[in-house]
């Protein structure tokens, strides 16, 4: 079976949230799913899944810090999670506060590493994204993400 892990980092308690709602997503579409906040995950770990969502508030435009250390190790790691499924998704606190700016910035790394992203003709295009505590639109969007994550991830790996 198909592994995937949905990794965030949330002071708020809004990114863990969309976090939860994606991890349930691909866990009920059929891809056994962790959900782990970032502090609890090492760079190393990352290769052991087919699927991997990354979550961050956005800090002036980008990743939080925390976000950005895992990203960093990854570059001594580089080429193991290349042909992994990827996505991203982001909350601030204002419209326009620079959400789609941080979620780019976590799927151009992914791009880097050589994961697959899928991105989304309707919707979230990029990713989802919250403005506050995540909204109905918001979570529908996320299930939506955790939804079409897994089956992509199931087509390449199951």
Known sequence: MAK???????????????????????????????????????????????????????YYGQMAGPMKHLIDDLVSRHGQLNGKVGAAFSSSANIAGGSETTVLGLLEAMLIAGMVIQGDPQGAHYGPVSIGKPDEKTRLQCERRGQRVAALTKRLFA
């Open 4 to 58: 995937g892990i949905v990794v965030f980092y949330s002071r708020s308690g809004n990114t863990k949230e969309m976090a939860e709602v994606i991890a349930k997503a691909m866990n009920d579409s059929g891809v056994s799913t962790e959900c782990k906040p970032v502090e609890k995950v090492h760079s190393d770990d990352l290769s052991g899944y087919d699927a991997v969502v990354l979550g961050s508030p956005c």
